[in-house]
T-cell receptor, first 115, second 112 residues
Framework: EPEVTQTPSHQVTQMGQEVILRCVPISNHLYFYWYRQILGQKVEFLVSFYNNEISEKSEIFDDQFSVERPDGSNFTLKIRSTKLEDSAMYFC?????????????FGDGTRLSIL | SQQGEEDPQALSIQEGENATMNCSYKTSINNLQWYRQNSGRGLVHLILIRSNEREKHSGRLRVTLDTSKKSSSLLITASRAADTASYFCATASNQAGTALIFGKGTTLSVSS
């Protein structure tokens, strides 16, 4: 069964450094998402991406965050200058199309630890 | 903002018993989805129920939706040790956006 893959599984970065998290969505999916889950808290929506542009973003997704689909397969989340509070699990998800009532399929996540 | 809130926060049962988890939300929805998360892993989609549906089954899973009460329940019948995980409800609004709003989840422990 096709799946969403994320790399790396664990990323340790010094505060203030840039970090790029990578995702390969399911190949025929058109809608892509990033979510994060701070330890012990809810999964929170960050951003959705469709047709090569941001479709929605949350208040968390400020100027320090950006997303990109650099080629036909990868979908990346960049944090420009990481802060301690960026430490979390980051999940990528994809969805087949824009139609309502379609599930999102999640990757296993990248655990980001900011020191 | 709409929220899915599950209860109980934690549930411990024996293998073979049924597990029921509840979810409440605040605003109008297109659909409500249930996900499972094993420790340290990603979210696995279990079942989606549309706002015009009242009940849905998938294997040992039964989901109900009461839009008048803005609540849903997930029933796992004849539980197994492998069902041990956290379970989250997530709502998708009936506006243009497709972002999922997750609840805090119920941690289910099934002992053999």
């Amino acid at each position: 069964e096709p799946e969403v893959t994320q790399t790396p599984s664990h990323q340790v970065t010094q505060m203030g450094q840039e970090v790029i998290l990578r995702c390969v969505p399911i190949s025929n999916h058109l809608y892509f998402y990033w979510y994060r889950q701070i330890l012990g808290q809810k999964v929170e929506f960050l951003v959705s991406f469709y047709n090569n542009e941001i479709s929605e973003k949350s208040e968390i997704f400020d100027d320090q965050f950006s997303v990109e689909r650099p080629d036909g397969s990868n979908f990346t989340l960049k944090i420009r200058s990481t802060k301690l509070e960026d430490s979390a699990m980051y999940f990528c998800a994809s969805r087949v199309d824009r139609l309502a009532n379609q599930p999102q399929h999640f990757g296993d996540g990248t655990r980001l630890s900011i020191l | 903002s709409q929220q899915g809130e599950e209860d109980p926060q934690a549930l411990s049962i024996q293998e073979g018993e049924n597990a029921t988890m509840n979810c409440s939300y605040k605003t109008s929805i297109n659909n409500l989805q249930w996900y499972r998360q094993n420790s340290g892993r990603g979210l696995v989609h279990l079942i989606l129920i549309r706002s015009n549906e009242r009940e849905k089954h998938s294997g040992r899973l039964r989901v109900t939706l009461d839009t008048s009460k803005k609540s849903s329940s997930l029933l796992i019948t004849a539980s197994r040790a492998a069902d041990t995980a956290s379970y989250f409800c997530a709502t998708a609004s009936n506006q243009a956006g497709t972002a999922l709003i997750f609840g805090k989840g119920t941690t289910l422990s099934v002992s053999s």
